[in-house]
């Protein structure tokens, strides 16, 4: 009997992974009911036609940098080599920044070109679908604080129970970072 249980434990997802992949799959319900509402509004007519500015390129870009570094950061962490996995902890954290600072820089380009957030429904939706997803990137930037505040203030141990939460702070991030690409190339298709 104890032979099943301990096989059950070891195919057990832990609970924090499950809260995660939960709430990812809720995120993804949102972003699909967000971009199905833009294609179904545009549909309707009174649709102001607008290219995306390419400063959402290059915060594309930095999220994608940023993703990198913390792959490498967790890789480091788990190897044990504290000096890379600081630096790239904290290399992901700035290009965090970045992002949302380019993202701001974005809309500012938007309403210059006359694409403001109550100029049209078309561009209502830019600003609410990038602001939504600034607004978890921000999230993913304050687990990124917590997980610097672990690695520059505790002791270097990479313990499971550390490996478990830099593991869930990675997974989410290269979540929001593959969700922006998906909204940027969406953005540029139905333009």
């Known amino acids: 009997m104890s032979a099943v249980s301990s096989e059950y434990k070891q ?10 992949w939960v709430g990812i799959a809720t995120i993804i319900m949102m972003f699909g009911a967000f971009t199905s509402a ?10 102001y036609e607008f290219k995306l500015p390419d400063i959402f ?23 044990g080599m504290e000096k890379p996995y600081k630096l ?5 954290f700035i290009l965090g920044i970045a992002f949302v600072v380019l993202q701001y820089q974005g809309w500012k380009a938007l309403t210059a070109m006359g694409a403001t ?18 607004a978890h990137v921000l999230g993913g930037v304050a687990a990124l604080v917590v997980a610097m505040i672990h690695g520059f203030y505790l002791p270097f141990k990479p313990t499971m129970r550390r490996k478990l939460r830099f593991e869930l702070v990675v997974n989410y ?9 998906y909204l940027v190339v969406f953005f540029i298709l139905q333009s």
């Open 117 to 134: 957030f109550t100029a049209n429904p078309s561009t209502s939706f830019v600003y609410v679908i990038s602001g939504v997803h600034a």
């Open 88 to 92: 790239l902890l904290l290399t992901t």
């Open 173 to 181: 991030w290269h979540f929001v970072d593959i969700l922006w690409v």
């Open 11 to 20: 195919n057990k997802i832990h609970s924090h992974k499950l809260a995660l």
């Open 57 to 79: 390129l290059y915060n594309t870009l930095v999220i994608l940098a940023s993703s990198i570094t913390l792959h490498f950061a967790f890789r480091a962490f788990k190897k």
């Open 38 to 47: 833009y294609i179904v509004r545009r549909a309707a007519g009174n649709w």
